[in-house]
């Protein structure tokens, strides 16, 4: 079984997860944007069981486009976001895909809010794309 470790920018915070990622999908929206300092933010969701959180976090909850709240949890001494799940599908955690630090990790076959997209940005043809 395949184990990998998200962790934030001091090592602090930690997500162990066992297993694949149910899926990685990557976001254009404003929001995401902005939260991430970069053009789309890229995310795995795992089953709530298969993580492992170590370490202390601070929360940050936010409201989406449709309507539905997103809690973020993100280490208190360097800020960087390790792990968030949406209200009412706490079934499953999303981590960061950059916080695995890992070049082999599988590619998005998700990808959302399109219509906010950089241009230059190129999204794997085989993933599912949304406006």
């Known amino acids: 079984m ?3 470790t998200a962790s934030c920018s001091c090592g602090q915070l930690t997500a162990k997860v ?7 999908s990557i976001c254009h ?3 995401c944007q902005i939260r991430t300092g970069s053009v789309f933010a890229a995310q ?3 089953p709530r069981e298969a993580v492992k959180i170590s ?6 909850v936010r409201v989406g486009d449709g309507g539905g709240r997103v809690h973020f949890s993100f280490c208190p001494t360097c800020a960087a976001t390790v792990h ?4 009412g599908h706490e079934a499953s955690i999303a981590i960061p895909v950059g916080a ?6 599988p590619p998005p076959v998700f990808s959302m809010y399109e219509d906010r997209k950089h241009e230059w940005v190129e999204v794997p043809a085989n993933a599912e794309h949304r406006p």
């Open 2 to 4: 395949t184990e990998r």
């Open 29 to 31: 929206c404003y929001a």
């Open 55 to 60: 370490g202390k976090s601070s929360q940050y």
């Open 44 to 46: 795995a969701r795992f």
């Open 18 to 24: 066992s297993g694949d990622p149910i899926r990685v």
């Open 100 to 105: 695995f630090a890992d070049r082999s990790f």
């Open 84 to 87: 968030f799940y949406l209200e």
